[in-house]
């Protein structure tokens, strides 16, 4: 199953910007089981630290906060919108895995 043009929300809180590389970066969708207000959240990660060539562990992904992949690597960024949070933590719980991938820089957030 493939999704296309969805968002990820929350960057408002969480402030992490995926690195913007090619190929693009994959980013791990997986269960949020702490969020007491949403039994199906779902987190969005950035890829761990590992997935990364060498060669650009050092580029900045937040020019205004200086951080380089080195610091975000690893850190949630945001969450599935509440929409289609049902879909993919069934899809989690019965086994699957659910990717994303970064198509673009964070922009103002729509309302849920």
């Known amino acids: 199953m493939t999704l296309k043009n969805s968002i990820?929300?929350?960057y408002?809180?969480?402030e992490i910007r995926p690195p913007m590389i090619l190929p693009r970066c994959p980013l791990n969708v997986e269960p949020e089981y702490t969020n007491i207000k949403d039994v199906c959240a779902c987190l969005v990660w950035i890829t761990?630290?590992?997935?990364f060539?060498?060669?650009?562990?050092g580029i900045i992904t937040d020019d205004k906060r200086h951080l380089k992949l080195t610091?975000?690597?690893?850190?949630?960024?945001?969450?599935?919108p509440r929409s289609l949070a049902p879909y993919f933590r069934k899809n989690i719980d019965n086994g699957g895995k659910?990717?994303?991938?970064?198509t673009g820089a964070p922009v103002p957030s729509n309302p849920p």
């Open 8 to 10: 990820i929300k929350g």
């Open 12 to 14: 408002h809180a969480f």
């Open 48 to 51: 761990e630290m590992d997935f």
């Open 53 to 57: 060539a060498p060669d650009i562990h």
């Open 71 to 80: 610091d975000v690597a690893g850190l949630p960024i945001g969450r599935v």
């Open 98 to 102: 659910v990717l994303s991938e970064v």
